[in-house]
């Protein structure tokens, strides 16, 4: 009889378990942040920036309708896609070129690659570098753009460096000057975000000028445990440092999407899949 028991609570784990495995993959999360400064112009008082990362050619649903809805949802002024959006062994993309179709038809769209993108072959990345561009997507590869309301503007940079960087156990070290060779100087009269797709080394970020870094990689550290937070990075390690949601250090703010898929051998426990929303907030004087 005990030993019926035993087997009858270990199947209803595992039920529950494989239920939050699914759940955990194929449910997307919304992820709401405010982001507040002196340095946001009056006029990008309350602009919607929308975050996506690692979707790893991941559908949610048919054609990808729930994520799309979820999109459609947030009503962004743009969207941001911060790399891996496939993965590096595959060669069909037709995934991400018909999410990229359906998006860049109604908003603008910023792109920078992952460690996943810069792994492919050159034939590869001449096609999705080359549908981008196609389709109107601001690629920014360790360039920078002026995104401009009115008569006032704030700064977009793509930082994109090998991903030997990404971890320093190895003793690779990314500096701010590494950064300032990829980007140039900051420009600190301005609000400056920041698209880079590992959040490993935010100290670097914030000493160069950023004011708000978006990133992703780290897929919420793959399994959460409640009042803990992430278990494992596959280039941190265990307790990774920046895992999800929002960091601070001082001024400059760090917000780390949990990403979309889970990568060829990946999987996600208590830790579902999201998109981030990020509201600017001006304090400049005059605004409410």
């Known amino acids: 009889m005990k030993k019926k028991i035993i087997i009858i609570v270990f199947l209803i784990i595992l039920v529950l378990m494989l239920i939050e495995l699914y759940i955990d993959a194929n449910w997307i999360q919304t992820a709401h942040f405010e982001v507040s400064s002196d340095k946001i112009p009056a006029s990008f008082d309350g602009y919607k920036i929308l975050h996506l990362s690692d979707l790893h050619s991941k559908e949610f649903g048919k054609d990808n309708k729930n994520l799309l809805k979820k999109i459609d949802d947030a009503s962004p002024d743009i969207i941001v896609l911060t790399g891996d959006f496939v993965t590096a062994n595959e060669n069909d993309f037709t995934v991400f070129f018909d999410l990229i179709d359906k998006i860049s038809s109604k908003y603008e769209v910023y792109y920078i690659t992952g460690n996943h993108e810069q792994a492919l072959s050159g034939s590869s990345k001449k096609e999705i570098f080359g549908y981008l561009r196609e389709k109107g997507v601001k690629f920014l590869s360790n360039d920078s753009v002026s995104i401009k309301k009115g008569d006032e503007t704030i700064n977009l940079y793509g930082l994109c460096y090998e991903s030997a960087y990404y971890s320093n156990r190895k003793g690779n070290i990314y500096t701010k ?97 999201d998109l981030v929303e990020i509201t600017l907030k001006s304090t400049k004087k005059g605004v409410d």
């Open 177 to 273: 000057e590494m950064m300032t060779q990829s980007l140039g100087e900051a420009d600190l009269t301005k609000f400056n975000v920041l698209l880079t797709h590992s959040p490993t080394n935010f100290e670097v970020y914030k000493s160069w000028g950023a004011d708000l870094t978006l990133s992703g990689h780290v897929h919420g550290g793959m399994i959460r445990v409640p009042f803990i937070g992430a278990i494992f990075s596959p280039d941190e390690g265990f307790m990774p440092k920046y895992s999800a949601g929002r960091y601070q250090i001082e001024d400059s703010v760090l917000i780390v999407s949990r990403g979309l898929g889970r990568g060829s051998r990946g999987f996600r426990l208590f830790n579902r899949p």
